[in-house]
């Protein structure tokens, strides 16, 4: 069935390093992607997004690239701070439906 | 804007018993997701409605768990009866269109012993 992965469990990064963050889908009909970032006892917190038609997109410290062709997905957090360290999803969206990967967390040493 | 909000946060119950969730979706939001969260997994979608009409349950163990937005806005997911396995983070969130991002609350613990 369709499913979206990503490819490290675990990443830990020094602070003010930048973060990477992979995710590989399979669904080439998904048109809508979106990063989540979820903290112990929390639920998801929305990140970013970006649509299929796009190939980039950036907000505050973060930027998101979508490669279409191999169909894979990054989170690129700038300048790590110890409060970015949660668990990170990525999901993708199409028909409505929302399905998310497994997720990667994210430790950050000070 | 008061986000989404779910009760309990927490909850024990031995297996065989029953047990009720509810969610109260951000204001105006047409779609509602119910989800579980098994620790360590991404989320899994349950069921979701837009409106109160029923959009997707193809994942909900229809055999235990039932879930339902009568009126539109609130909404209440039961599993009866319970089993070990069903021990996980219930998620509920909203969005205003289908697609477009989704808002979670915080979700409920359940433990099933």
Redesign the interface.
């Known amino acids: 069935g369709e499913s979206v992965g990503l490819h490290l469990p675990t990443l830990s990064v020094q602070e003010g390093d930048n973060s990477i963050i992979n995710c590989a889908y399979s669904n080439s009909a998904s048109?809508?992607f979106?990063w989540?970032k979820q903290e112990s006892?929390?639920?998801?917190?929305?990140i970013i997004?970006i649509r299929s038609n796009m190939d980039k997109r950036q907000g505050q410290r973060v930027t998101v690239l979508l490669n279409k062709t191999v169909k894979h997905l990054s989170l690129q957090i700038a300048a790590t701070q110890p409060g970015d360290s949660a668990v990170y999803?990525c999901?993708e969206?199409?028909g409505?439906?929302?399905?998310?990967?497994?997720?990667t967390e994210l430790s950050v040493k000070p | 804007e008061a986000g989404?909000a779910q009760s309990p946060r927490y909850k024990i119950i031995e297996k065989r018993q029953s047990v009720a969730f509810w969610c109260n979706p951000i204001s105006g939001h047409a779609?509602l997701?119910w989800?579980q969260q098994i620790l360590g997994?991404?989320?899994?979608?349950l069921i979701?409605f837009?409106n109160n009409g029923v959009?997707?349950d193809s994942q909900l163990p229809k055999d235990r768990f039932s879930a339902e937005r009568l009126k539109g806005v609130d909404s209440t997911l039961k599993i009866q009866p319970a089993k070990l396995e069903d021990s996980a983070v219930y998620?509920c969130?909203s969005s205003s269109e289908?697609?477009t991002?989704?808002?979670?609350?915080?979700?409920t613990r359940l433990t099933v012993v």
């Open positions: 048109d809508y979106i989540y006892g929390k639920g998801p917190q929305f997004d999803f999901a969206a199409g409505g439906k929302l399905i998310f990967g497994q997720g | 989404v779609t997701y989800y997994q991404g989320p899994k979608l979701q837009q959009v997707d998620l969130a289908g697609w991002e989704a808002f979670f609350g915080q979700g």
